[in-house]
């Protein structure tokens, strides 16, 4: 007869399971109940504020009249959300490449990092909405101005995090992969680029919000077309229900991003220990 075999953990060790389907959804909603009943606060506020009078109607449009002005003009608002989009995602995604080009670059040559970072940050200081108008001059009143605004917005955070994330490699680890004959390139990709990935995805959730405002911006210099054409227009007819409509959708344009991104970095990610749920934190 057979004795089966066990193995049992040893003391003091305790088997850490993947996360099951349910447990991660207890974690999503524990995380994020806090800023969804803050907005609903926020919401409740706004409508309080404009169902007392407290405010003209022409100054702060009520909850009401911003959605259905949104409901009435649903055509007008989604073609020119779709402009806005385009706009964004494209500056966006160059942000994210040549940022991330620029920062493996500034990384392994100190000379182009003190040539480069003093004028990255030149460029970063001047406000977007004093250039935005050469860039219209220069490339006339199409999409190329206002895309190059949102890789700009956006450009900063993205060099500036993965430069941040690339110098962060312990020292004792790029020596021991020097001493079993790890080139540069291999070093690269099995130690550098793994271990910046938490901090290039931060920049990139902050890239892909500063990426909406910039193409709004462009858009406000000189466009017929986008959000921030509809602002806009709506603030010179003094149509305060447009103009709030517009302002909504820019934000959850913003959010909508920023959440894909979080969600691409859940699956690029899932060993990092913010994407555990049972990691330390501090609950209320």
Known sequence: MAV???QEAPAGV????????AERALGFVQQAWRPVALLALL?????VITATGLVQPYLVASPGDTFATIAEKSDYFWEHTLVTL????????????VGVVTAVIMV????IERTLYPLLLFAQVIPKIAVAPLFVVWLGFGVE?????AL???FFPVVISMVTGLKSIDPEMLQLSATMGAGPVKTFYKIRLPASLPHLFSGLKIGATLAVTGAVVGEFVGSNEGLGYVIQQANGNFDTPTLFA???IMSVLGILLFALVEVLEYFVLPWHASRRIDAATTSL
Do not use: D, Q
């Not at 706009?87 to 160059?94: K, R, S, Y």
């Open 108 to 111: 392994y040559s100190t000379t």
């Open 152 to 154: 700009l917005m956006a």
């Open 4 to 6: 089966e075999s066990t």
């Open 246 to 248: 517009g302002l909504v």
């Open 145 to 149: 101005p206002k895309i190059l605004v």
């Open 14 to 21: 305790a088997e850490r399971n993947r996360p099951r389907t």
């Open 43 to 47: 919401f409740v506020a706004w409508w």
């Open 86 to 97: 385009w706009e964004t995602v494209a500056g966006f995604l160059l942000a994210s490449l």
